[in-house]
């Protein structure tokens, strides 16, 4: 029976699709380490492969299925790679891909508790592992996933200013450092927020946040007849993994009554490991706090957390009752996640998480962060004891930034910025590793993000030894002698 009209396969079809579908999964998470990290393809090749017109009839299931397997998923970067170093990796794991699949074949609705009850009590149970993890109010924290840090930035954006400010806000300062991370400026801009009330503070010789400026721009701010109302903190920045100092910064919003936020959309992870909680000593002391499941707590994309200390500032910020939700309101121990943030149709994220932790339990994800941190410390005694590479900014929650410098050369600052470009532009070309540049105090530098647990010192060596290669090659061409 042709039941396309109902959109649907018959039963021996959908299984058949299915087990290909898995076939492939499986497949990739097998060989993905055999592959090249990177591709690249212009405009026009991707228009070439896979332009067309809007289909009026349909294709067998595995035609169109055999079609993506071929010509789209190969044409993206794998970032679950091991020489995937570039960004923040996306190491994900299997267990919580097979449960996006689940959440998204029962299409679940995860905003209210009468449509899922158990949806809502799994999304409450985790928030509140995270909540203990974090060391947050047990009883009055709470908080919401989101799809990923910029959502849950802007959440405790716009949060904090319902608490802080009210309806007027003209006069409100928010307060960052020059390495936060830029969702924090679009969360700002959308906001409605004026680029004259952001402040961005210098950070020190480490990339940490200065103190002793964030003291003299509030007073200054305060001084003028300003509202001072949030400064937000980065728990591992993007760029080098430093923390800003986080038990001062809470101090200062203590004494000046201003909100609190913590963006560990990064960072945050690192709770997991010994080293790593020793050096986010203070982020217990947030009004609210990012954190990132799917970057270094190897879940797949989408999912972002907002953890607050106390859960009524979300449902006094978003709660909105409309007519056609009056139903379904349940009492107060029975959340609607659409009361806690933005969204209201909502995806049922928690269910990876939930179930990649009850399969492997929380001490093989603290064995994981634990030996990203110290795999990234050995490539720091690595480089510092090579006569080719200079250490920029040392490792730090996982990330290390070098450049190639040799000891002997003679190479002015500006050549060094040009040679270390192109080794990254050589390294991404080849395909073998995606190893890309930041800029920190003027320097162009390479950047290792290493938090994929499946990461080994041979592929960093590997990796290395390339690079080594090729600025052998370009620093004995003519123009760079």
Known sequence: ????????????????????????????????????????ATREEMDTLLDAPVPEKGMAPSEVLDFVVDHVLPHSNIVTHPKSYSFVPGPSNYVSVMADTLATGFNIFSGGWVASPAAAELEIITMNWLLKLFKFPKKKGGGIFTSGGSMANLTALVTARRQRCGDDFSKAVIYMSDQAHSSNIKAIRVLGFKKEQVRIIPTDIEFKMAVNKLKNAIAKD???????????????????????????????????????????????????????????????????????????????????????????????????????????????????????????????????????????????????????????????GILRKSPHWEVVSPATLAVINFRYNPIKSSLTEKELDALNQEISERVVDSKEALLVTTVLNGQVVLRMCLINPRTTMDDVNETLELCERFAEEITTRSDMV
């Open 222 to 380: 305060r001084l003028e007849g300003l509202q001072p109302f949030c400064i937000i903190a980065s728990a591992g920045t993007t760029n080098t993994g430093t923390v800003d100092p986080l038990q001062e910064i809470a101090a200062i919003c203590k004494a000046e009554k201003l909100w609190f936020h913590v963006d560990g959309a990064y960072g945050g992870a690192a709770m997991l490991s010994k080293k790593g909680s020793g050096l986010l000593k203070g982020i217990e002391k947030a009004d609210s706090l990012t954190i990132d499941p799917h970057k270094w707590m190897f879940q797949p994309y989408e999912m972002g957390c907002l953890l607050v200390r106390n859960h009524k500032w979300l449902s006094e910020t978003f709660s909105e009752k409309p007519e056609y939700l009056r139903d379904i309101e349940g009492n107060t121990s029975e959340i609607n996640f659409y009361d806690h943030g933005i969204q209201l149709t909502r995806r049922f994220r928690a269910l990876k998480f939930y179930m990649s932790l009850k399969t492997f339990g929380l001490n093989a994800f603290k064995k994981a962060v634990s030996y990203n941190i110290d795999l990234t410390e050995r490539v720091e």
């Open 1 to 40: 029976m042709d039941y396309s009209h109902l959109l649907q396969l018959d039963k021996e079809e959908m299984k058949r699709y299915g087990y290909q579908v898995i076939d492939a999964i499986v497949d990739h998470f097998d060989t993905q380490n055999e592959k090249k990290p990177v591709t690249q």
